[in-house]
């Protein structure tokens, strides 16, 4: 990390953190007047190009170069919880509420590895819950409420809710609890199984990882 | 109308105490004119929030108040409500209120006109501040109750001149707000914070004199005031409230709010620095 | 759990929080201690520590924290003539607190002080339960001496008194005969600025604290204005002689709360935080008096669920939980 000596290791919204001219802003940043701005409060990190200036060490790499590649400026904060919105082709968990017949309603839980603290409204169309024979699939076979799904975000959606896909064998119902109360295991692509009763039931099961 | 979801006491009147002798005589202003008084600032007192803080504004010798005190406390990004419509952008909403013993007349839970005023203010405040469209449909709150106030003179509110002290509050108001939006992780564009200035009358019927951060109970009486939102890094204003009997000088008015500028700049310094050190711990 | 393989503790917690309260109970390994989802043992409390006149246009205040909850209480005095009071009785000296409703709890949680908790509506069911629970408990508790309320007038000699007698009987006085003139009203106000659980063990300790810092003006009745006038150099204390403590617990019975427990096993958290009142439908509150030795009960609530027994709420270990609680609350509220 060169010629950072003049950057603080921690900022306030407002702090001119350097010239636009020498890094790209990052999180937390903003630019004003030709500078990388700090717009959180919390540390600066310095993120080096990924490409490192001089003689080029990877001659494998197809990417289009640009002309200057620059130090990313990021402020967060550490340590702390930090809020983040679900955003497309994120991977988030989520708790079914309710079932309507062409869609399933979600709250949104964890997007990526953070965990949320507020809660954002999802929802699963009949369209979205499989890739294949969707015009077969009834949301009353894929979802109970009370279930955790892993889906993926398809669109920041209207008003209220954000638009999730269930369509990948890697995404679907993940938890899930019997009709009994009892925790369930998946026994197929298409079913969990109450171990103490032995009922299935059916669920669009995610292939456990 | 009794709320019937609070409990209300008698049903008769009830009046506060009225004492015999006037006033206790009241504190002269030992500060110099451009000096502001010291601030104590904390951030997460409300771990559950998304981010809060705590302002305290130094006492003044020989005062019977013992200090501004405010807690600030912000919830967000959250989701809007069902009902609200579409929008890019972070929809922010400001709620200013006393607690009933912040002030010398006891306060009622409901919120007065006084109290919609600063919220407004406060409002305008931190729109210019807040980095809107980095958080699209979403909200924020942003909560201010004031446990104890300034005011601290009987006859301010005889005279129904409180607005002098609605000033300072604001003041406070901006400052912890800005503190608790930086705690929640909040996009800002700078660190707003609040300053006031106020013209007095000289002593001895001397020309009027400026002053920083004043304090209603230390002047015999205030000629016209000035409180601003102030972006310090960019030298930009995003909220300002002046009013008072100032001559049509546009050179008056200037200074003045030149004045509220200084102070303000004072306040984030203060602020800067417990800032900084919330920044370093976590 | 099986499919829980690969998740985060973070993530578990979220995501269940009823097993994951539960494996913390009954960790898997021995040489790991039971504890809760937030490291404390069951039965172990967070200390309170008690900042008291803080607050310079109140007549009492106090603020009380116990972890992250922070509640701040604030006691002003007003006065009510007794001319005000319709059912004023002269020979009324046993039950003028509550007939004339002089306490005035108020306990305001919209302060953001939790998510759940944001200002712009009515006051929240558990803002109007909270506030009625300190109402009543204030008055069976008897903690406040009404004799401190009441402001006297001595009968004045002259005129005055006996032109008055006409048309105003209430306030007015045989010459020379003490009577009570009016009365101080004392509005409680309690704001939560942090909530993290067990709201009413930190109100009401707020409550008390407040009230044993409470000093009121000495007052008399002005018989020619005909009003309360207060002394600006003298005040009186309020004598509170007993500090009762609230002492609460939550029942977990492992499952989510509207399935009964299989195995009837259960566990009971003490001085619950907000996660935990939100797993557990069974809760219990005791109020203790234990000055001079002996623990004196002077209320024991409970809600919701069947697990706690009769002979489990009277049992020793349990009522020296709460003389423990009540030390501890003591001695944080009367230490300087």
Redesign the interface.
């Known amino acids: 990390m060169a010629a950072v000596d003049d950057i603080p290791s921690t900022a306030l919204p407002g702090k001119v953190l350097g010239p636009t001219s020498r890094f790209a802003p990052g999180a937390g940043t903003h630019i004003f007047e030709g500078n990388v701005v700090s717009s959180l409060m919390g540390r600066v990190t310095i993120i080096p190009p990924a490409k490192a200036p001089g003689p080029a060490k990877r001659l494998n790499k197809i990417t289009a170069p640009t002309v200057e590649e620059l130090a990313t400026i990021t402020v967060s904060r550490h340590g702390s919880k930090h809020e983040i919105l679900p955003d497309v082709d994120n991977i988030v968990l989520a708790r079914v509420v309710r079932l309507m017949p062409r869609q399933a309603i979600v709250v949104i839980q964890q997007v990526g590895e953070t965990v949320l603290q507020t809660e954002w409204q999802g929802v699963i169309r009949v369209q979205d819950v499989r890739a294949t024979e969707k015009d077969k699939v009834k949301i009353y076979e894929s979802f109970k409420p009370g279930d955790i799904v892993r889906a993926q975000v398809i669109s920041l959606g209207d008003q209220a809710n954000y638009y999730l896909s269930t369509a990948s064998n890697e995404l679907g119902v993940i938890m899930a609890i019997s009709e009994a109360g009892n925790d369930m295991v998946p026994v197929s692509w298409k079913e969990y199984k109450d171990a103490e009763t032995g009922i299935s039931e059916p669920r669009k099961v995610a292939k456990p990882s | 109308m009794a709320d019937r979801r609070r409990v209300n006491g008698p049903g008769g009147i009830t009046v506060p105490p009225i004492y015999e002798a006037e006033d206790l005589p009241l504190p002269d202003r030992s500060r110099q004119p451009n000096g502001i008084r010291a601030q104590y600032l904390k951030t997460g007192v409300t771990p559950s929030a998304s981010g809060s803080a705590y302002l305290e504004i130094e006492p003044q010798n020989g005062s019977v108040s013992k200090g501004m005190k405010l807690t600030c406390t912000v919830h967000g990004p959250r989701s809007l409500p069902r009902s609200a419509p579409f929008s890019p952008h972070m929809v922010l909403s400001t709620h200013v209120k006393f607690a009933p013993f912040a002030t010398r007349q006891r306060r009622g839970y409901l919120r007065d006109s006084s109290e919609r005023d600063l919220s407004t203010h406060l409002e305008t405040a931190l729109r210019g501040a807040l980095i809107a469209d980095r958080w699209p449909k979403s909200g924020v709150d942003v909560i201010v109750t004031i446990i104890e106030g300034d005011q601290a003179r009987q006859v301010a509110v005889e005279q129904g001149i409180e607005e002098w002290d609605m000033m300072n509050v604001l003041g406070g108001c901006i400052t912890v707000a800005a503190a608790a939006l930086a705690d929640a992780g909040i996009d800002c564009v700078d660190t707003v914070s609040g300053g006031v200035a106020a013209l007095v009358p000289g002593k001895d019927g001397e020309e009027p004199v400026m002053v920083l951060d004043p304090v209603p109970s230390e002047h015999e009486e205030i000629l016209a005031a000035c409180c601003v939102a102030y972006l310090p890094s960019r030298d930009e204003i995003t909220n300002l409230w002046l009013k008072g009997s100032l001559s049509s000088d546009a050179n008056l008015q200037r200074m003045l709010i030149a004045r509220a500028v200084h102070a303000s700049k004072g306040s984030s310094q203060a602020v800067a620095a417990s800032l900084t050190e919330a920044a370093l711990a976590g | 759990?099986?499919?829980?393989?690969?998740l985060?503790r973070?993530?578990f917690?979220?995501?269940?929080p009823h097993p994951y309260l539960l494996a913390n109970l009954e960790p898997s390994s021995d040489d790991v201690p039971p504890a809760r989802s937030n490291g404390r043992a069951p039965n172990e409390v967070r200390p309170p520590t008690v900042n008291s006149s803080?607050?310079?246009?109140?007549h009492g205040?106090a603020v009380v924290r116990m972890g992250?909850t922070?509640v701040?209480c604030?006691?002003?005095?007003?006065?009510?003539?007794t001319s005000?009071?319709?059912s004023f009785r002269a020979s009324n000296n046993e039950t003028e607190l509550r007939e004339?409703?002089?306490?005035?709890?108020?306990i305001?949680l919209a302060?953001?002080?939790?998510?759940q908790f944001?200002?712009?509506g009515?006051?929240t069911t558990l803002a109007?339960t909270l506030?009625?629970r300190i109402?009543s408990l204030l008055h069976s508790s008897k903690v406040i001496n009404p004799d401190n309320l009441r402001i006297w007038h001595t009968g004045a000699e002259g005129m005055t008194a006996n032109e008055d007698r006409m048309e105003d009987d209430a306030p007015d006085a045989i010459e020379g005969e003490k009577v009570v003139a009016a009365y101080w009203?004392l509005?409680i106000?309690i704001?939560f600025?942090?909530?993290?659980g067990n709201p009413f063990d930190a109100a009401w300790a707020a409550t008390m604290a407040a009230l044993r810092d409470t000093k009121l003006?000495r007052?008399w009745y002005d018989a020619d204005r005909e009003?309360?006038?207060?002394?600006?150099?003298e005040s009186i204390p309020i004598t509170i002689t007993n500090i009762p403590i609230a002492c609460t617990a939550v029942v977990f019975t492992g499952?989510?709360t509207d399935?009964p427990s299989v195995d009837g096993k259960f566990w009971m958290l003490v001085d619950p935080d907000?996660l935990e009142e939100s797993l557990c439908d069974e809760s219990v509150t005791i109020v203790v008096d234990c000055k001079d030795g002996d623990t004196r009960i002077l209320s024991i609530s409970k809600h919701g669920g069947t697990v706690l027994t009769p002979t489990l709420l009277t049992s020793k270990q349990f009522l020296s939980w709460a003389g423990k609680r009540w030390e501890e609350f003591n001695l944080a509220i009367v230490q300087p």
């Open positions: 759990m099986a499919p829980t393989a690969g985060t973070a993530t917690a979220k995501l269940s803080s607050l310079s246009h109140a205040s992250d922070t701040i604030g006691v002003r005095g007003e006065t009510i003539l005000n009071i319709p004339y409703d002089l306490l005035v709890p108020n305001e302060t953001g002080c939790a998510p944001l200002p712009g009515p006051p109007q506030s009625t109402y009203v509005y106000d704001f600025i942090s909530f993290d003006p007052a009003m309360v006038i207060s002394s600006r150099k499952k989510e399935r907000r």
